[in-house]
């Protein structure tokens, strides 16, 4: 498990000086500044050196990430007092000048890119893929359930994450991650709850396919914040800070410190480790190991509070015109650091690491399982001198080739789900548009019929009006008539009155 040198010893934070042995002698590091010149003005070999850089320096950090892609190099994330860090500073290796980028993110091919911060995390892994960076789990404020794969791209400073198929992995951080021809190596780490991981999967960066790797023989107990290394593309290194032991030959030259936190490089058979620290101190050697004879050795030592001795720093390689240097960045030693140092190394590998095919007598391929049953820190990745081996590397081609074909099926599905898509949200589409019209049409239809509604109610008030104006007629006539027939009545009666003769003139007539 990591350990919190500041919190846990006691030990006051305070400004590091760095002080490296030449022939017995204490020399201050920070009088080897390197100003103008750049790293090829380093004239010494074996010793760290304090790299006076320009630009806005980043915040002070450790458990981030390095990597170097066309001579810059590139940090990300980290961790700052207890809080994850998001920022991606660049450090050009050229005229080490530091400057800070704006990423982008682009979760699929056919989404807009905006800009957007690195998810902030830390305990991550990156690796130099072509003139890209890649960058696997680490721990972040909200955790996910598997290990996350994304891709940095330098050109167009755009975070990708990218698709891969298979078991992934349960996410986790503080793991390795070594890269084996075309594949990726994960093993341990941190996972859920800080417990603590010993499993060992394969991407191949091929196909983007995980496999996990059953291995044979007793396997590391479960750690973090180790370190690892690949040799001969076969094998698999792994530091154990915890008890020191290999599962292969013995040891020759000194005996390592036990130590977490470190960091390693490999240039050629020989294998750099630098930092880290114990439950009482940071560990002030730098190491290195030469992975064909197993011959530890001491490249040079510092005082233990100086960045390179930190825990959780950075440390990559980098080449210029031939020559290798190895670049410290970062760490914590009581104090966060923002500091950079370069060690130009002495040792010059005999093959290229591409180039070494089979290991010295006394390596791996010579040991057996049940000479080692008790010491499993070195894994045989894959044995090819045996019939066995050549067997699973046929059947592993065969593999590929399988999960390359489904994986073509799948894509092609994938592409015909995403024209059905397309058409169904075409069609979506114009129904939508569709909908608008008829809406609009409705509410057309439905101001015609409150103009109609209002003309019919002034209709049923004209009408209403008409009829109590007939109601009125009607009586009129009626009265009008009543007196007509009072008319007619009184008219006869006047007639019948003018007809008849008095009756005494017509008596007397009578008698007369």
């Not at 050196?49 to 810059?72: E, I």
């Not at 050009?92 to 800009?115: F, G, N």
């Not at 009607?474 to 009756?503: C, H, I, Y």
Request: with cysteine; aromatic share 6%.
């Amino acid at each position: 498990m990591p350990i919190e040198l500041g919190s846990s010893n006691g030990i006051a934070s305070e400004e590091p000086k760095a002080i490296v042995m030449e022939n017995g002698k204490s020399v201050d590091v920070q009088d080897k500044e390197v100003r103008m010149e750049g790293l090829c003005s380093l004239s010494d070999h074996d010793q760290w050196t304090w790299l006076s850089v320009s630009g806005h320096l980043p915040k002070p950090r450790y458990k981030h990430g390095a990597a170097v892609v066309q001579q810059k190099m590139y940090v990300f994330g980290g961790n700052h007092n207890g809080r994850y860090l998001g920022d991606i500073p660049v450090l050009d290796l050229i005229s080490l000048s530091w400057s800070k980028l704006e990423a982008k993110s682009q979760r699929e091919p056919s989404e807009s890119v905006e800009t957007v911060s690195f998810s902030a995390c830390a305990g991550h892994s990156l690796i130099p893929w072509g003139n890209k960076i890649i960058c696997l789990a680490g721990h972040t404020r909200a955790p996910t359930e598997s290990l996350s794969v994304k891709e940095f791209d330098p050109q167009t400073c755009t975070w990708s994450t990218l698709r891969t198929y298979g078991r992934s992995p349960s996410s986790r951080g503080g793991q390795s991650v070594t890269l084996v021809g075309e594949t990726l190596v994960v093993f341990g780490g941190e996972g859920h709850g800080r417990s603590l991981l010993n499993d060992l999967h394969i991407l191949d960066l091929e196909t983007m396919t995980w496999d996990e790797f059953e291995t044979t023989g007793t396997p590391p107990s479960p750690r973090s914040e180790h370190a690892a290394a690949c040799y001969a593309e076969r094998y698999l290194l792994i530091f154990d800070m915890l008890q020191m032991e290999w599962s292969r030959p013995e040891q020759q030259g000194i005996t390592p410190e036990p130590r977490a936190g470190h960091a390693g490089v490999t240039i050629g058979e020989y294998w750099f480790i630098t930092g880290g620290g114990n439950n009482r101190k940071g560990v002030s050697d730098t190491l290195v190991l030469n992975m064909s004879t197993y011959v530890w050795s001491v490249v040079t030592s510092l005082e233990a509070r100086a960045p390179p001795t930190s825990e959780g720093s950075s440390l990559v390689l980098h080449t210029i015109n031939g020559q290798d240097f190895l670049i410290s960045f970062g760490g914590y030693s009581g104090r966060y650091s923002n500091e950079v140092y370069a060690l130009k190394p002495s040792l010059k590998p005999s093959v290229p690491s591409q180039q070494i095919d089979k290991p010295e007598a006394n390596s791996v391929a010579h040991i057996s399982a049940a000479e080692n049953s008790t010491r499993k820190v070195i894994f045989e990745i894959e044995e090819l001198q045996d019939e066995k081996g050549i067997n699973r590397s046929d059947s592993s081609k065969t593999l590929v080739q399988v999960i390359k074909g489904e994986r073509n099926q799948v894509e092609d599905r994938l592409n015909q789900e995403q024209l059905q898509s397309l058409r169904l949200k075409q069609e979506l589409a114009s129904v939508e548009n569709r909908n608008v019209e008829l809406t609009e049409e409705l509410h057309s239809v439905r101001d015609q019929l409150s103009v109609e509604q209002e003309r019919a109610s002034k209709l049923e008030n004209d009408v209403s009006e008409l009829q109590q104006r007939l109601q009125k007629m009607d009586a009129l006539q009626k009265e009008f008539e009543s007196l007509r027939r009072d008319m007619d009545t009184g008219s006869e009666a006047a007639a019948s009155s003018s007809n008849q003769p008095p009756r005494g003139r017509g008596f007397w007539r009578w008698n007369g």
